[in-house]
C-alpha cells in the first residue's frame, strides 16, 4: 500500500532533502529509520528538494509498504529513533498513484529578516544592517505574478524541463519584529526563493531601479538578478495537495 508522510525538518545539519552520496540529508536519515523499525528496505519520495540548510515546517513524502503496520504507533517509534531535528506529525494511506512531488498544487515558503544583529534569532534569520524600502519591494513583488518564465531566478545547469512557475502570492509583512517574505505557487526552482528575495532587496536599498526589475525577469539570466540570500532563513511552510489522494 502507498502512505504519505507528513514530517518537519530544521535544516541546519543537513545538505538538503535529497540523498547525496557523501553528506548526510534528511531523506536518506528518515529512509535508514524506516528501513530498522519495519526491517526492510523503504525508499520515499519527497514533495520537493529543499537545499542544504533550508527548513521545512511542512513536507510530505510517499513510500509503499507491504507489511500491516499501526499507523499511530510506527508515527511514534520513528520519533523516538530519529534525530531531534525531524518530526513525523503524521502517516495515512492514499491511493496507489498518489504522488508526493507530482499530485502538489501549491507549496509556500516564508524568508525571515531581521533588522539588525540579534542572537536569538542568529540561527533563524537573515540579519541586515540596512532597512530596505518594504512598501517598494512589495509593490515590485506583484510583477512576480504576472511573470511565468522565472529563468533569471533559477540556479545555474539545472536540469528542468521548463523554467514557468505559477505565483499566487508574494508579499513582506512584519510578524513580532520579524520581516517575513512569504511566496506561493506551484512550482518552484532551485535556488529560486533565495535569489527572488535576494533581487527584491537590491531593489529596497536602492541599486535597481523598479523598472529594472522588469528587465531582470525577461532576462532569463542568473547573473542579471540579485544575489542569493543565505539558507538558514528560508522556510517551507505549506504544500497543498487535491482531496483526491485519499485512498
Known amino acids: 500500500m502507498r502512505y504519505f508522510i507528513e514530517l518537519a525538518y530544521q535544516g541546519a545539519a543537513y545538505s538538503g532533502w535529497q540523498r547525496q552520496p557523501n553528506a548526510p540529508s534528511v531523506q536518506q536519515t528518515v529512509e535508514e529509520a524506516l528501513g530498522v523499525l519495519l526491517k526492510s528496505e523503504?525508499?520515499?519520495?519527497?514533495?520537493?528538494?529543499?537545499?542544504?540548510?533550508?527548513?521545512?515546517?511542512?513536507?510530505?513524502?510517499?513510500c509503499d509498504i507491504a507489511a500491516a503496520f499501526d499507523a499511530e504507533q510506527l508515527k511514534d517509534r520513528l520519533n523516538s529513533y530519529l534525530p531531534k531535528d525531524i518530526v513525523i506529525h503524521r502517516i495515512f494511506s492514499v491511493s496507489q498513484q498518489a504522488h508526493a512531488r507530482f499530485d502538489a498544487t501549491a507549496r509556500t515558503y516564508e524568508y525571515w529578516l531581521t533588522l539588525g544583529k540579534d542572537p536569538f534569532l542568529s540561527e533563524a534569520a537573515y540579519a541586515i544592517h540596512r532597512t530596505p524600502d518594504f512598501e517598494l519591494m512589495n509593490e515590485v513583488a506583484q510583477k512576480l505574478l504576472s511573470h511565468r518564465d522565472?529563468?533569471?531566478?533559477?540556479?545555474?545547469?539545472?536540469?528542468?524541463?521548463t523554467y514557468n512557475c505559477a505565483i499566487s502570492h508574494a508579499q513582506w509583512t512584519k510578524r513580532e519584529g520579524i520581516w517575513v517574505f512569504t511566496i506561493t505557487?506551484?512550482?518552484?526552482?532551485r535556488n529560486m526563493v533565495r535569489a527572488v528575495v535576494g533581487t527584491l532587496l537590491e531593489v529596497g536599498w536602492g541599486k535597481l531601479e523598479a523598472a529594472q526589475f522588469d528587465?531582470?525577469?525577461?532576462?532569463?539570466?542568473?547573473?542579471?538578478?540579485?544575489?542569493?540570500?543565505?539558507?538558514?532563513a528560508l522556510y517551507l511552510t505549506k504544500i497543498d495537495y487535491p482531496q483526491t489522494i485519499g485512498s
Request: contains cysteine; positive net charge.
Open 150 to 161: 522565472f529563468q533569471c531566478f533559477s540556479k545555474s545547469n539545472t536540469d528542468v524541463v
Open 42 to 62: 523503504i525508499a520515499i519520495v519527497g514533495a520537493g528538494r529543499t537545499d542544504a540548510g533550508v527548513h521545512s515546517r511542512q513536507m510530505f513524502a510517499h
Open 185 to 189: 505557487a506551484d512550482r518552484f526552482l
Open 215 to 232: 528587465q531582470v525577469l525577461e532576462s532569463k539570466n542568473r547573473s542579471a538578478a540579485g544575489p542569493s540570500v543565505p539558507g538558514h
